[in-house]
């Protein structure tokens, strides 16, 4: 019967008989989410699982977004992005991905024609710096 795992040793694609020995080449380092901000000369904050992040544009929160490591499982990190009358708008990134978020004192948004103010820039927002919410429920408005 035949062995079914894979070879751990990469096939010679070039046609030579032995796969020169990989010795001198560096090897990645894997950077906590805490150590690249701090390599980034960007401003954060550990409070409880979450890690705040502010960083000091929109094009910097872009260059965050695609380099950072993802946080640890049990953890995420947030990112103010400003306040319009009472709503918090902020980007949350975690091991299931990255999304905007809007808040309003403890989780309840009441409605307001501020918000229309505030999806429409968010809109702008989101293109310029790259999330696009993959995530998409059920239209219960109709």
Do not use: C
Not at 56 to 69: D, T
């Amino acid at each position: 019967m035949m062995d079914m795992k894979s070879n751990s040793k990469p096939k010679n694609l070039i046609g030579e008989e032995e796969t020169p020995q990989k010795e001198n080449a560096p090897q990645k380092v894997t950077l906590t989410l805490e150590g690249f901000l701090t390599q980034m000369g960007v401003e954060w904050e550990q409070k409880g699982r979450a890690v705040y992040i502010y960083p000091s544009s929109l094009q910097e929160v872009k260059e965050l977004i695609e380099k950072m490591p993802l946080p640890d499982h049990d953890k995420y990190a947030i990112v103010p992005m400003g306040s319009i009358e009472g709503y918090t708008v902020f980007v949350m990134v975690s091991r299931n991905g990255v999304s905007v978020r809007i808040g309003y004192a403890r989780n309840s948004i009441p409605f307001s024609p501020t918000l229309l103010s505030i999806v429409e820039k968010l809109t702008k927002v989101t293109k310029e710096i790259g999330i696009d919410t993959r995530k998409s429920g059920k239209n219960l408005l109709g």
